[in-house]
């Protein structure tokens, strides 16, 4: 009898386990996440892929937008100067103007007048383009806005240190200093 119990035993162990499948579930459970694997693998790639393509477009579009900017800033370069070339070309007519009364009259005054006349309306012309001279005579010497060519001794006690003559003026371009003033410095 305990022959047969230890049999009932396994045979109740066997039906546990059920060691043979049912025909409706699939056995193959672990083939199935295999092809989910493929799956992400693939979508990954595809995804991949399109990073790549608008990694490739970008750059592309950078290099072009960087060709286009070197080529607008080339003719911008090449250009600037026309607004105030062409204002200048009435200061230009007047000097032609100039000439030709210089040569046809012995009116000194009038020569004087008619040459004060174009300088002035040269400079009205270059200051109402940004351009304005600097103030340096008495004023402390500073390096970053002169270029100290010699010193000499100082005529009074309180320009000492200060500038004494301008050899060259200094200028500005919409308040960004263009050219130093070279300048004589007391000492």
Request: aromatic share 4%; proline share 2%.
């Amino acid at each position: 009898m305990e022959e047969k119990d230890t049999t009932q035993e396994e045979s109740k162990l066997m039906d546990d386990i059920d060691i043979n499948s049912d025909d409706s579930i699939p056995g193959t459970s672990h083939l199935s996440e295999t092809m989910t694997d493929e799956n992400e693998v693939t979508k990954i790639k595809a995804e991949l892929q399109e990073q790549k393509d608008k990694y490739l477009r970008l750059v592309a579009e950078f290099d072009n937008f960087k060709r286009r900017n070197a080529k607008e800033r080339i003719e911008l370069i090449q250009t600037a100067g026309k607004e105030v070339i062409t204002s200048m070309l009435d200061v230009l007519d007047d000097c032609d103007r100039a000439e030709k009364q210089m040569q046809t009259t012995t009116d000194l005054a009038q020569i004087k007048e008619g040459v004060q006349l174009v300088f002035n309306k040269l400079r009205n012309t270059l200051q109402s383009k940004g351009l304005k001279a600097m103030e340096s005579i008495n004023t402390e010497f500073d390096v970053e806005k002169h270029e100290a060519i010699t010193e000499i001794p100082a005529p009074t006690p309180d320009l000492k240190g200060k500038v004494v003559d301008e050899v060259t003026k200094g200028y500005y371009l919409n308040d960004k200093l263009i050219r130093f003033a070279k300048v004589i410095v007391g000492k």
